[in-house]
């Protein structure tokens, strides 16, 4: 008598059930934009990489945002711009001459466009160096704290103070890189002008 024996295997071939495999059958592969990665594999507090990733989603407690959620402000202008322009997250981060100063610092102002991502892909190919997501989010932190610091503290936003916070931040980078990283980012740290 000749038995048929069937031998059953899942379609990743196993026989052998994973809910994680089942899981990424029934939904297939979605591309992820290389800036998640960039960022989520920095050097960078998990603060930062938060504070960066809420602005990449556009969810910055900005005024235009707060605007959108039907927050009522005496002004939704942004504080550091005398241009009177509503704060969006570009103009915050990329278009108000304040911004532009501290990109400018880098050598990077003409290089910024009209949406974030596209900046930060052209501020990579000019950075050139493995930690420029390091240099992006920390140049990010130094405009938001200028912010900050004029609106809840009432002080006066100079592109000297960003430079030092911007400085700050990339000494404490240096100290959660790995030790050949580190020691690239010192140099360039020393060579900032």
Request: glycine letters at 2%.
């Amino acid at each position: 008598m000749n038995q048929f024996r069937y031998k059953w295997s899942y379609i990743w071939g196993s026989p052998n059930f994973a809910s994680s495999k089942a899981y990424k059958q029934l939904l297939g592969s979605i591309p992820i934009p290389p800036i998640y990665n960039w960022l989520w594999n920095s050097s960078c507090l998990p603060k930062r990489k938060v504070f960066f990733w809420l602005a990449i989603k556009d969810c910055s407690s900005t005024r235009g945002l707060l605007k959108r959620r039907n927050m009522e402000l005496e002004s939704y202008n942004y504080v550091l711009c005398h241009l009177d322009t509503e704060q969006s997250l570009n103009h915050l981060f990329l278009e108000c001459p304040f911004a532009l100063s501290c990109w400018n610092m880098l050598g990077l102002a003409h290089l910024i466009q009209d949406n974030l991502i596209d900046s930060v892909f052209l501020f990579r190919t000019q950075i050139h160096k493995p930690f420029f997501m390091e240099i992006i989010i920390a140049m990010f932190w130094a405009i938001w704290t200028a912010r900050n610091d004029a609106i809840f503290r009432n002080q006066q936003h100079s592109l000297q103070s960003c430079k030092q916070v911007f400085r700050q931040e990339l000494a404490q980078v240096k100290l959660r890189a790995k030790e050949d990283l580190s020691l690239q980012i010192q140099l360039w740290i020393d060579n900032f002008v």
